[in-house]
């Protein structure tokens, strides 16, 4: 079946640092990914979205760039803080799964002080 | 959490026993999922409804079943409780423009 992954399970910054979440993705008909946050005990939280037309978007202290040549998905973080640890998911909507993520397993990213 | 609630937030059960959790959302989004999450593995889908009364199953939809009688409310039923059913449970929403889906608060359920 399809897949979505992570290279790396846990990161570890010092605060104040960028850090960089990478995922790959299986499906080259996918149209779409998105990051997502998960604060211990809580629901996933919408980060960052981005369509495959494209190939970086912005937001507030985060950028995600796509590069469909690999099958690569990355989130940036800038200025790291401690409010920033949490785990983060990729997930992308493969060409025939309508409304329907695939999630990848997740990476934890540690901030120390 | 987007106007999203679950409920219960944690139940213990016995093996054998049926168990529904309810998720209910005042957003009036056409799409209601349900996902479970175990250590090591990202969210994993189990059923997801496009409407009322229309449902469908996700990867990982056996011993599961679901309701949708009303668009704010989405339930699963798991009809008779296993071990291997203990985890977290997520519901989620999305709507017709977006993509994004928004996720509740989470159901811990333990089956002992």
Known sequence: GESVGLHLPTLSVQEGDNSIINCAYSNSASDYFIWYKQESGKGPQFIIDIRSNMDKRQGQRVTVLLNKTVKHLSLQIAATQPGDSAVYFCAEIPDNYGQNFVFGPGTRLSVLP | ?112
């Open chain 2, 1 to 112: 959490d987007a106007g999203i609630t679950q409920s219960p937030r944690h139940k213990v059960t016995e093996t054998g026993t049926p168990v529904t959790l309810r998720c209910h959302q005042t957003e009036n989004h056409r799409y209601m999922y349900w996902y479970r999450q175990d250590p090591g593995h990202g969210l994993r889908l189990i059923h997801y409804s496009y409407g009322v009364k229309d449902t469908d199953k996700g990867e990982v939809s056996d011993g599961y079943s679901v309701s949708r009688s009303k668009t704010e409310d989405f339930l699963l039923t798991l009809e008779s409780a296993t071990s291997s059913q203990t985890s977290v449970y997520f519901c989620a929403i999305s709507g017709d423009i977006s993509y994004e889906q928004y996720f509740g608060p989470g159901t811990r359920l333990t089956v002992t």
